[in-house]
């Protein structure tokens, strides 16, 4: 029989390294909701990479993974309301995406300048990378944090998100290598001059936004129906009874324009059921027309029904005039992956629901007075910036997000939802409308300032309630911006630098084991 196990302790380099590790991690939540310390986006990284610099590479990788999956658990808890072994699995996949970052700055062997212009690219490639493979999870990038501060991001109308969060990332690798290397000081000097001309440029663009003369009188009716209680039979009337009351009395403004109501804000497919439809011809007919997110059915030739995920415009006369189905679809909770070969038996039997099929393409409806060009968003597609700079090309000049985040938190989950939105606002130059169900309902300008919420005058924003707002929407001829124009170029060469240098390091690996 062997001798009893022996324990080494942890040397003090170990320890510095996780208290290293520890600190972004903390810092990278306390950026994002609940806190939203943005002056921390500028440092979180800086422990991290300092720690990269000085630690062996084998401890540097662990320690990085660790941030990571310290940032997201505490992050995404909220996911613990739906599933606690998806919310540690995804916290451990999405930690995988600073391992890159972290490898470079270990790595690293030239200048100040180049260090933070190479782990600026290597981490928005990664964030790109995370937001596209296997249908993307492209929640709170670094670019985010940034989104109380709107001259920061005002540079978002040429990269979108993932330049935004490159900014951000290079200063704080600027401040690590000044604490690590201490060397390089003019370069240090000539880049923090660089760094510091975009929130300059970012103020003056703000002050030189023009509020267009169209607008649109709109009313986000919030109904804040527990999501235990959407689909309970017995639940059915008192939908429709919060429905009509808050509709009615958002419908007491006479400039009203538009009412929007939620994500599947009805218990069932309005098209095909007949109280449903009844509630809507009746309000619609009152006046006003009515944008609302709603299932829908139809038939396939072979007799098997079809789901969707849709929103719908009624007209003041109670007509559907504008029909969407939601293109990109939540995995796990509107999509079953390889649901035909999964037997039907086995579906019954797990109470696995059938599957919401996708929308093929984008819509624009046209309401109010000025027949208003618009397109909605329905639930996390708010996040996925391909999908509203593609509804802005094809005519679009305002984004209409109808979403239900009552599946979390009442306040962490809605509100980190709504900070990923904003750029989508200043990417576009075009104003974004948010309908929810818990929260946050609110107006967000081209600028990415909220310039309204609803609110119970407690700072509570997930009760029901209807917020009124006159929404400034640019005319159809509006020139687009850069981004709009061509998209994710920033946020793909990021991507492609990176797969390459990382396929490239790889085969050094394999052709020189040693020097690993």
Same mark, same amino acid.
């Given at each position: 029989?062997?001798?009893?196990?022996?324990?080494?302790?942890?040397?003090?380099?170990?320890?510095?390294?996780?208290?290293?590790?520890?600190?972004?991690?903390?810092?990278?939540?306390?950026?994002?909701?609940?806190?939203?310390?943005?002056?921390?986006?500028?440092?979180?990284?800086?422990?991290?990479?300092?720690? *990269?610099?000085?630690?062996? +590479?084998?401890?540097?990788?662990?320690?990085?993974?660790?941030?990571?999956?310290?940032?997201?658990?505490?992050?995404?808890?909220?996911?613990?309301?739906?599933?606690?072994?998806?919310?540690?699995?995804?916290?451990?996949?999405?930690?995988?995406?600073?391992?890159?970052?972290?490898?470079?700055?270990?790595?690293?062997?030239?200048?100040?300048?180049? #260090?933070?212009?190479?782990?600026?690219?290597?981490?928005?490639?990664?964030?790109?990378?995370?937001?596209?493979?296997?249908?993307?999870?492209?929640?709170?990038?670094?670019?985010?944090?940034?989104?109380?501060?709107?001259?920061?991001?005002?540079?978002?109308?040429?990269?979108?998100?993932?330049?935004?969060?490159?900014?951000?990332?290079?200063?704080?690798?600027?401040?690590?290598?000044?604490?690590?290397?201490?060397?390089?000081?003019?370069?240090?000097?000539?880049?923090?001059?660089?760094?510091?001309?975009?929130?300059?440029?970012?103020?003056?663009?703000?002050?030189?936004?023009?509020?267009?003369?169209?607008?649109?009188?709109?009313?986000?009716?919030?109904?804040?129906?527990?999501?235990?209680?959407?689909?309970?039979?017995?639940?059915?009337?008192?939908?429709?009874?919060?429905?009509?009351?808050?509709?009615?009395?958002?419908?007491?403004?006479?400039?009203?324009?538009?009412?929007?109501?939620?994500?599947?804000?009805?218990?069932?497919?309005?098209?095909?059921?007949?109280?449903?439809?009844?509630?809507?011809?009746?309000?619609?007919?009152?006046?006003?027309?009515?944008?609302?997110?709603?299932?829908?059915?139809?038939?396939?030739?072979?007799?098997?029904?079809?789901?969707?995920?849709?929103?719908?415009?009624?007209?003041?006369?109670?007509?559907?005039?504008?029909?969407?189905?939601?293109?990109?679809?939540?995995?796990?909770?509107?999509?079953?992956?390889?649901?035909?070969?999964?037997?039907?038996?086995?579906?019954?039997?797990?109470?696995?629901?059938?599957?919401?099929?996708?929308?093929?393409?984008?819509?624009?409806?046209?309401?109010?007075? *000025?027949?208003?060009?618009?397109?909605?968003?329905?639930?996390?597609?708010?996040?996925?910036?391909?999908?509203?700079?593609?509804?802005?090309?094809?005519?679009?000049?305002?984004?209409?997000?109808?979403?239900?985040?009552?599946? #979390?938190?009442?306040?962490?989950?809605?509100?980190?939802?709504?900070?990923?939105?904003?750029?989508?606002?200043?990417?576009?130059?075009?104003?974004?409308?948010?309908?929810?169900?818990?929260?946050?309902?609110?107006?967000?300008?081209?600028?990415?300032?909220?310039? +309204?919420?609803?609110?119970?005058?407690?700072?509570?924003?997930?009760?029901?309630?209807?917020?009124?707002?006159?929404?400034?929407?640019?005319?159809?001829?509006?020139?687009?911006?850069?981004?709009?124009?061509?998209?994710?170029?920033?946020?793909?060469?990021? *991507?492609?630098?990176?797969?390459?240098?990382?396929?490239?390091?790889?085969?050094?690996?394999?052709?020189?084991?040693?020097?690993?």
């Amino acid at each position: 029989m062997g001798g009893p196990m022996k324990i080494t302790p942890s040397s003090r380099d170990e320890w510095m390294a996780a208290a290293c590790a520890a600190a972004s991690g903390l810092l990278l939540f306390a950026v994002f909701p609940p806190l939203e310390w943005t002056w921390a986006a500028g440092v979180a990284l800086v422990p991290l990479l300092v720690m *990269a610099r000085r630690a062996p +590479a084998r401890m540097a990788m662990k320690m990085g993974f660790a941030a990571g999956f310290l940032f997201w658990l505490l992050s995404i808890r909220w996911l613990t309301h739906v599933t606690v072994g998806g919310w540690i699995f995804l916290s451990a996949y999405c930690a995988l995406y600073v391992l890159p970052a972290v490898w470079l700055a270990n790595r690293w062997r030239g200048g100040a300048a180049g #260090f933070a212009a190479s782990l600026a690219v290597v981490w928005c490639g990664s964030e790109f990378l995370r937001g596209w493979i296997g249908g993307g999870f492209p929640w709170n990038p670094m670019g985010v944090g940034l989104t109380p501060w709107l001259p920061g991001i005002q540079i978002a109308e040429f990269g979108g998100v993932w330049l935004v969060s490159g900014t951000v990332v290079f200063a704080n690798a600027l401040l690590a290598w000044a604490v690590a290397e201490r060397r390089n000081w003019a370069a240090l000097l000539l880049c923090a001059l660089a760094l510091a001309a975009v929130p300059g440029w970012g103020a003056w663009r703000l002050a030189r936004l023009e509020k267009p003369a169209r607008s649109i009188r709109i009313a986000l009716v919030q109904t804040s129906i527990p999501q235990d209680e959407k689909w309970v039979r017995a639940k059915i009337q008192m939908i429709y009874e919060r429905l009509r009351d808050l509709t009615r009395k958002a419908q007491g403004d006479p400039d009203l324009e538009l009412v929007i109501w939620p994500e599947t804000a009805l218990p069932d497919d309005v098209r095909n059921s007949e109280h449903s439809y009844a509630l809507v011809w009746s309000l619609c007919t009152n006046g006003t027309p009515i944008l609302t997110g709603s299932l829908d059915t139809s038939v396939l030739d072979s007799g098997e029904p079809q789901y969707f995920n849709s929103a719908f415009l009624f007209d003041a006369e109670g007509r559907i005039t504008g029909e969407y189905d939601k293109r990109h679809l939540v995995i796990g909770g509107e999509y079953i992956p390889l649901e035909g070969l999964i037997p039907w038996r086995w579906m019954a039997a797990l109470g696995l629901p059938a599957s919401i099929s996708e929308g093929e393409e984008g819509a624009v409806f046209r309401a109010g007075k *000025a027949e208003v060009p618009m397109s909605p968003l329905i639930c996390f597609e708010d996040i996925l910036p391909d999908l509203a700079r593609a509804d802005v090309r094809a005519g679009s000049r305002m984004l209409v997000n109808v979403t239900n985040d009552a599946w #979390f938190d009442e306040q962490v989950a809605p509100r980190q939802h709504m900070r990923n939105a904003v750029l989508r606002a200043v990417e576009n130059r075009v104003p974004l409308v948010r309908a929810a169900n818990t929260g946050v309902s609110c107006v967000i300008e081209p600028s990415g300032r909220v310039a +309204a919420h609803l609110s119970d005058g407690e700072r509570r924003t997930w009760r029901e309630g209807v917020l009124w707002a006159d929404v400034p929407v640019p005319p159809d001829g509006a020139p687009l911006t850069f981004y709009a124009r061509f998209g994710d170029m920033y946020g793909i060469a990021c *991507a492609a630098a990176t797969v390459l240098w990382l396929a490239r390091t790889f085969w050094k690996r394999r052709k020189q084991p040693k020097e690993f």
